[in-house]
């Protein structure tokens, strides 16, 4: 058997086991699943496009769901969003976002366009206080609010600077050494600070090409700041992916991880494929989660085909085998959600009649059980979906088998299925040249463990294309060399 290694259209197009192309194919340890399709979650729309989405967990380890448009904030409240707005609501810039972080039992919300927001219990939105800043990136760490590229505390409008809250609270924003409430700039590098994420207990914030690490040492300086060695950085923090001990993230030039020393590129297989696909003028729009159950990142990105700049194809790593996948869906936001689950006072609200149900939900999915987590993102319908329906269609594009100097017979063809699809065929090319060009002529639908084909040629390729839940390890082609007894 030729174990299946991953979505690697950078390597050597006859290396063992590569993807060329896939669709719908996620990498997990020892296989390649089909993508579950997406589920309407119940909640119905929100105001317009989705500017942020989140989960944040209070002290007692609950969860609470948040959402943003251009003017509004929302919590999920049972099968639907409640809004959670300020009075006057909010007014975003067209590129503004909104970020969430948890304070003890405080949950914040920051964006450029609006007072950094608190909200406590069933309450609505409200500015921290008078003097909080304007922030476009937040975090909590050290018993402290940190945000950055920031708008007040008297400095302006300050696209390179960061600030930390007092000691133990989220409305103390007065400088004073008593309180360690305190603020700095990053100016020996150009461009704003366009991430900043707690790793264990420092604070890394991101320009474009440029990385720093705050560490805390108390009053007077409170937090000890230094650049990290050279010039990588991120294009915006949804781009950056915390793992709990790393984070990975793109640059501008690769995919790295980080682990508090120096970032290390991943060596991507399908690098060169990513930054030839991706708009660049998008970069910034990159939106990624983190699927702590699976251990895989899904980064969505503006391909150069998008229409109107939308996020359209997401790549797909898992940091357990370093292998990668992808997949095609228009989103406008991203994250790892915890379901909510139905039960018989919800399931109304959320869907008219019985037959509106969503159909072929095995009884293990997440769809069912609150409290599990799953991905979610918003579609451009405004409405959230979580990603835990049956797999519908899904294709792998292998490699090239074969052999320049000789013709080879291609006979059949066995998949290392451990779940096997509902039903699945094969499109096989072949070429006798250098396998510059491949003629696509037969095709095979699998019967009694095998795709049966008979040709010969000196390169053989093959589209496997699956319906329903599927996971595969390998394949078998059995292949023999022309002229020899």
């Keep these: ?90 007014t975003l810039g067209p590129d503004d976002r909104w970020r969430f972080a948890q304070f003890g039992d405080i949950s914040l919300a920051a964006a450029k366009g609006s007072t950094l927001q608190y909200i406590d219990g069933g309450a609505t939105f409200l500015d921290c206080s008078v003097s909080a800043p304007k922030a476009a990136i937040v975090e909590t760490i050290n018993n402290q609010v940190f945000v950055c590229d920031i708008n007040g505390m008297g400095f302006g409008d300050d696209v390179t600077r960061w600030a930390c809250s007092a000691l133990g609270s989220y409305t103390d924003w007065t400088p004073a050494v008593s309180t360690q409430c305190t603020s700095g700039q990053l100016l020996d590098s150009p461009g704003p600070i366009t991430a900043g994420k707690r790793l264990g207990d420092i604070m890394v914030m991101y320009k474009a090409k440029a990385m720093y690490v705050a560490e805390y040492v108390g009053a007077p300086q409170v937090w000890n700041v230094r650049r990290v060695p050279g010039d990588i950085g991120a294009p915006c923090n949804e781009a950056v992916i915390k793992t709990g001990t790393a984070h990975f993230f793109i640059g501008s030039d690769d995919f790295y991880v980080f682990d508090g020393s120096r970032p290390e590129p991943l060596n991507s297989p399908c690098r060169n494929w990513f930054f030839n696909n991706v708009n660049q003028a998008y970069l910034y729009k990159t939106c990624g989660t983190f699927d702590y159950i699976n251990q895989r990142i899904y980064w969505w990105f503006v391909s150069n085909s998008s229409a109107g700049g939308k996020l359209d194809k997401c790549i797909v790593y898992n940091v357990k085998s370093n292998q990668w996948g992808r997949m095609d869906c228009d989103i406008e936001y991203v994250a790892d959600y915890v379901s909510s689950g139905l039960t018989y006072t919800t399931i109304g609200s959320a869907y008219a009649t019985y037959n509106d149900l969503p159909t072929g939900i095995s009884y293990n999915s997440p769809f069912w059980t609150s409290g599990s987590s799953v991905i979610a993102y918003f579609k451009t319908d405004h409405k959230a979906y979580q990603m835990s329906g049956v797999a519908g269609e899904s294709k792998i594009t292998t490699g090239h088998y074969g052999d320049n100097m000789q013709f080879s017979t291609i006979n059949r063809i066995r998949p290392r299925f451990i779940q096997s699809p509902t039903n699945s065929s094969l499109s096989y090319s072949h070429s006798n040249t250098d396998a510059s060009s491949f003629v696509t002529n037969l095709s095979s639908t699998y019967a009694n463990n095998w795709y049966d084909l008979v040709w010969s040629a000196r390169w053989h390729k093959m589209e496997f294309t699956y319906n329903g839940a599927m996971a595969i390890s390998g394949f078998d082609p059995i292949l023999s060399p022309d002229g020899v007894e």
């Excluded at 119940?42 to 942020?52: N, P, Q, V, Y």
């Design 1 to 90: 058997m030729i174990p299946f290694v991953g979505f690697a259209p950078d390597s050597p197009p006859e290396t063992p086991g590569i993807f060329t192309d896939c669709k719908n194919i996620l990498p997990s340890l020892g296989m390649f699943v089909a993508a579950p399709t997406p589920i309407d979650c119940g909640l119905g729309a929100i105001s317009g496009a989705a500017r942020g989405f989140a989960v944040t967990r209070k002290l007692d380890s609950s969860a609470r769901v948040f959402c943003g448009s251009d003017t509004k904030l929302y919590e999920q409240s049972g099968g639907s969003w409640s809004d959670k707005s300020k009075a006057g609501n909010y």
